[in-house]
Every structure is written in structure tokens, then in C-alpha cells.
T-cell receptor, first 114, second 111 residues
Framework: NAGVTQTPKFQVLKTGQSMTLQCAQD?????MSWYRQDPGMGLRLIHY???????DQGEVPNGYNVSRSTTEDFPLRLLSAAPSQTSVYFC?????????????FGNGTRLTVT | TQLLEQSPQFLSIQEGENLTVYCNSS?????LQWYRQEPGEGPVLLVT?????EVKKLKRLTFQFGDARKDSSLHITAAQPGDTGLYLC???????????FGQGTRLTINP
């Protein structure tokens, strides 16, 4: 199994451009989430989904959109990139959102906005 | 404001020493997890603690969940260079569907 796959690994955008970060998992996990990781800030939750058709906001949702049309895929959209969105983005999935379920992470997308 | 405060944020010690990393909050968590992250990779789960006062051991690593389920600690005995990495605690907010992370502790074990 591939686990959680994120594409692309690296991306450079100009301010105002839009793009979609892709995330796919092949473990039939119901719960999927997006985090951003910045130095000294740990991982901050952007959006999450507890199943197909259901999404909700995390700690830092502004400037990002998500959708969950299938169990496998959970893309993250940046509508108009800003330098403050320069970060490393991680997608994660879990078979359940209840306590004890481990999050399985992808290897991240490093995004630079100039 | 960080919901989970980890301390210290940086720790550099010699091989063979012991160390403790703390994860504190004013909120109650349904469960708390500890992850380890290597450069260029996503975090990998080390342990999950669910019950207040619970202690779990993973070889030289000991994890404890506070009685009130607001804090946790990670103790490493006789640290080795292979323990070097970023350690992250993460708490499942009680009644919510969100797992929030601390800032992380970057640990360096010098040979």
C-alpha cells in the first residue's frame, strides 16, 4: 500500500496565483486532515473531514478551501496565494477521529509564495 | 496562542543522558499522542495515551498522561544519537473532532 500520497513535493507560486495541493490515501480511512508546519509553531490544523461530503474548519482555515467528494481524495485549494502561506503542508488520514486512532501522514508539500 | 505548550523547544544533550519533554495545556483532552518526525518526512506515531495517569513504555521511552488529562510527558533514558528528531505531542480535543499539536521539541543527541 502507498499510504498517504501528496503531490507536488515542491511548489513556487507568485502572490495571487491559485493552486491545488493533492492528497490521496488508499487505506479506506474515513478521517482526513490538512496541517501546515511552520518553524516554532508545530503543526496547525487547516481543515478536516470525517467522511465523504463532510468537511469542517480547523485552527487556521482562512485562505484555503477543501472538498471531499470521495473517501480517497482530499485536495486543498489556495484561491489567491499570499507570502504568509509559505509553509510545509501535510495531509494526514486516520480510520477514525476518535481517541487512539493514529494519524498517517504524507511526506509533505513545501510551498513558497513570492 | 498555542493550545498545547511543549517545553523545551530545543534540547541538545550528550549520549547516555536522560531527558524529559513536557506537553501542557489548560484544556482537557480525550487522548494524547506523541509523534516523532524526521527531516523531509511526515510525523510518525510513537504512542497514544487515553486514561488519566496512564504510563506507557516503549523501550527507553516512557510516556505519561496527567491525572486530569491536561498534560503529558516523555522521558528518555540513556539517550542515543538515533533518538535525534522532532518530537510532537498532539491532543484530541474533548467533544470535538480535532487533533491539535504542540510546537514540537527538537532533540539532538551528541555522540
Amino acid at each position: 500500500n502507498a499510504g498517504v500520497t501528496q503531490t507536488p513535493k515542491f511548489q513556487v507560486l507568485k502572490t495571487g496565483q491559485s493552486m491545488t495541493l493533492q492528497c490521496a490515501q488508499d487505506m479506506n480511512h474515513e478521517y482526513m486532515s490538512w496541517y501546515r508546519q511552520d518553524p516554532g509553531m508545530g503543526l496547525r490544523l487547516i481543515h478536516y473531514s470525517v467522511g465523504a461530503g463532510i468537511t469542517d474548519q480547523g485552527e487556521v482555515p482562512n485562505g484555503y478551501n477543501v472538498s471531499r467528494s470521495t473517501t480517497e481524495d482530499f485536495p486543498l485549494r489556495l484561491l489567491s496565494a499570499a507570502p504568509s502561506q509559505t509553509s510545509v503542508y501535510f495531509c494526514a488520514s486516520s480510520y477514525s477521529w476518535t481517541g487512539g486512532s493514529p494519524l498517517h501522514f504524507g511526506n509533505g508539500t513545501r510551498l513558497t509564495v513570492t | 496562542t498555542q493550545l498545547l505548550e511543549q517545553s523545551p523547544q530545543f534540547l541538545s544533550i550528550q549520549e547516555g543522558e536522560n531527558l524529559t519533554v513536557y506537553c501542557n495545556s489548560s484544556s482537557v483532552f480525550s487522548s494524547l499522542q506523541w509523534y516523532r518526525q524526521e527531516p523531509g518526512e511526515g510525523p510518525v506515531l510513537l504512542v497514544t495515551v487515553v486514561t488519566g495517569g496512564e504510563v506507557k513504555k516503549l523501550k527507553r521511552l516512557t510516556f505519561q498522561f496527567g491525572d486530569a488529562r491536561k498534560d503529558s510527558s516523555l522521558h528518555i533514558t540513556a539517550a542515543q544519537p538515533g533518538d535525534t528528531g522532532l518530537y510532537l505531542c498532539a491532543g484530541l480535543i474533548q467533544g470535538a473532532q480535532k487533533l491539535v499539536f504542540g510546537q514540537g521539541t527538537r532533540l539532538t543527541i551528541n555522540p
